[in-house]
């Protein structure tokens, strides 16, 4: 019996020395850096009581650690991207503006959708090429705990930033 470590063309590994480099640099945190993710964003509430919420990709510099600078692809300028809070029965608005290098789309998950709000270009929408923008719109129908993200070239955009938390109703 081989372990995929021990199989012959494979570098064998130390496990220990890895945990033991996870568990420092996870103890460094949390640490102060210059921006914060995961922030709420207010909506703008329409004279119909649409709650409309202005997301904008774009690559920003991020600190990921205290004096360690990346460029990421972020929502708002965060990472991750800010957190959407609707009622039951909201009607909601979202506007995402592209400011990346290439297309790209906002896909959700854990609700209900009408397919051509389902951010899965060019399936059910057309692409938002760069600096352009698409507005999707749909009503929350019940209670949720769900994400947003990039769809377009996802193995790309979500690593680098492109995702953040979509809630509906209480917990």
């Known amino acids: ?5 021990q199989r012959p063309g494979t570098t064998v590994m130390d496990y220990a020395a890895m945990d033991a ?18 922030q709420t964003l207010a909506p703008k509430v329409l004279v119909d009581g649409t709650k409309e919420f202005a997301l ?3 690559i920003s510099d991020w600190e990921v650690s205290p004096g360690k600078v990346v460029k990421a692809w972020t929502y708002n300028g965060q990472v991750p991207g800010p957190e959407i809070r609707v009622d039951v029965g909201d009607k909601v608005r979202v506007v995402l503006t592209n400011h990346l290098p290439m297309g790209t789309d ?3 998950h854990g609700f209900d959708m009408p397919f051509a709000m389902d951010g899965v270009s060019p399936i059910t929408q057309d692409l938002v090429k ?16 769900g994400m947003y993200h990039a769809h377009h070239h996802g193995q790309t955009q979500v690593p680098n930033g492109l995702f953040g938390a979509f809630y509906v109703g209480d917990m």
């Open 106 to 108: 906002v896909h959700f």
């Open 56 to 58: 904008t990709a774009a």
């Open 1 to 5: 019996d081989h372990s995929a470590a």
């Open 130 to 145: 760069v600096n352009g923008t698409f507005t999707y719109e749909f009503t929350a129908t019940k209670p949720a705990v």
């Open 21 to 38: 480099a996870m568990e420092a640099s996870i103890k460094l945190f949390p640490a102060k850096t210059i921006g914060r993710g995961n």
